[in-house]
């Protein structure tokens, strides 16, 4: 019986990390998607990506991936012109925030998504002083402030992360999807004109009634797939462990 109930237990934990395993820093990029993604790092400094897709069942997608994937000289050009955008934005961003934002190590790959019927262009960047950062939270205002209209960047979605371990905070304006680290916001319907997205880590200070109630900005997504059968199994294993536990002590 010892045996047993150690079985289950060792179940139950197994599944407990495997639950938290599944949310990572691709939570809103799904294949289809155009968009700038922001992993904020707990510095203040971010990785950004400016990301292009192109469905490859679609004759003339194909051609203007290819076009890229084929061409070096076409890829580099795209890189400079998105570093050339980023810096641009780094600079109002600076002019207007007081952190002196810097944008280096730009690359570019292309590359097709197995099974998904895709070919993405993307620009990488490492971002200096994006955010504002205290012991405990990270805050995003500029460059978006003075810097992102939307329509002049070809209604390009904008996805941002916390740094691992945070939650999101406060956010504005109203995104169109978020989760527990991460918000996306549609350029067709955001003004960004006040901008602002905290993310806080809640293992190092305590929750407020203003936490409480920024947290509460927006409904989280909900799980699907392993997501959602690992809860289900984590709930059925919980009364489990208690009978065996009880078990045991009644024949000890």
Known sequence: MRGTLAVAVAVFCCLAVAVGAGVGAAAHEEPDRNLIGIELHADGDASVHHVSSYDLDDDEERQLYEGFAENETARQQWRDEIAAQFRSMAENGSAASGRDMRVHNVSVETYE???????????HATWENFSYAESNRVIVAEPFRSSYDPFDQDRRRVAMHG??????????????????????????????????????????????????????AGPSEQPSGFGTAARALLVALVPLAVALLAIRRRRG
Do not use: I
Request: no cysteine.
């Open 113 to 123: 998504m197995d099974g998904e019927g895709y070919g993405r262009l993307e620009v």
């Open 163 to 216: 740094p691992e371990g945070y939650v999101r905070g406060q956010l504005a304006p109203s995104p169109l999807r978020v989760q527990r680290n991460s918000a996306l916001w549609n350029p067709g319907t955001s003004n960004f004109s006040r901008f602002y997205a905290e993310f806080t880590n809640p293992s190092t200070e305590t929750p407020t009634d203003a936490m409480v109630e920024t947290t509460a």
